[in-house]
Antibody, heavy 121, light 112 residues
Framework: QVQLVQSGPEVKKPGASVKVSCKASGYIISNTDISWVRQAPGQGLEWLGWISSENGNMDYARSVQGRVTVTTDTSTSTAYMELRGLRSDDTAIYFC??????????????WGQGTMVTVSS | DIVMTQSPDSLTVSLGERATINCKSSQSILFSSENKNYLAWYRQTPGQPPKLLIYWASTRGSGVPDRFSGSGSGTDFTLTISSLQAEDVAVYYCQQYYNAPPTFGGGTKVEI
């Protein structure tokens, strides 16, 4: 079964870091680009960043630039998103998503189940 | 960044009736040389991730029922559900992928 399986919920204090994983099964993660999208409680969707399967290039949203890093480990077919300097407004569900065409401006045909990250003192 | 604006914010439709959702982009997302609109639609049911319904503004995704159709070009787009089913109670999002960063509309909540 082709799917993206993400790590479990996280609770962090302001200023801490979180690293969310996204493991691909049923297909080879290195064949497709991965983006990360978040959704604050009751809100819409916000694209955060992208990593290329072809050359490892990355691109990030201005809203999190400098605080976010996306990586992939092809040996374990897993993508990661690390967000540093957490603030209360980073509280959200974080999704990984598979790009169809390649590039940061992509359409997403497969999504992880989401990881809830709560930032609270 | 391209701003995507959806309307209405919510709508109530009877089972078996038609639902129509609109999406407007702040600039054209038609790539003229390809004659393709870089517009996708997703459905998100409660507690689930988004599911791709439509891409290239009018092409249905894999396994998507034909009651879903997309239309429009340039800056104005529409998602139509021809005969609403119970499983269509969800929030629907449009998304442009013409430019980075990809951006989403604010969502339209469809209720019965």
């Amino acid at each position: 079964q082709v799917q993206l399986v993400q790590s479990g919920p996280e609770v962090k204090k302001p200023g801490a870091s979180v690293k969310v994983s996204c493991k691909a099964s049923g297909y080879i993660i290195s064949n497709t680009d991965i983006s990360w999208v978040r959704q604050a409680p009751g809100q819409g969707l916000e694209w955060l960043g992208w990593i290329s399967s072809e050359n490892g290039n990355m691109d990030y949203a201005r809203s999190v630039q400098g605080r976010v890093t996306v990586t992939t480990d092809t040996s374990t077919s897993t993508a990661y998103m690390e967000l540093r300097g957490l603030r209360s407004d980073d509280t959200a569900i974080y999704f990984c998503a598979r790009g169809v065409r390649g590039g940061p401006n992509d359409v997403f045909d497969l999504w992880g189940q989401g990881t809830m990250v709560t930032v609270s003192s | 960044d391209i701003v995507m604006t959806q309307s209405p914010d919510s709508l109530t439709v009877s089972l078996g009736e038609r639902a129509t959702i609109n999406c407007k982009s702040s600039q054209s997302i038609l790539f003229s040389s390809e004659n393709k609109n870089y517009l996708a639609w997703y459905r998100q049911t409660p507690g689930q991730p988004p599911k791709l319904l439509i891409y290239w503004a009018s092409t249905r995704g894999s396994g998507v029922p034909d009651r879903f159709s997309g239309s429009g070009s340039g800056t104005d787009f529409t998602l139509t559900i021809s005969s609403l089913q119970a499983e269509d109670v969800a929030v629907y999002y449009c998304q442009q992928y013409y430019n980075a960063p990809p951006t989403f509309g604010g969502g339209t909540k469809v209720e019965i």
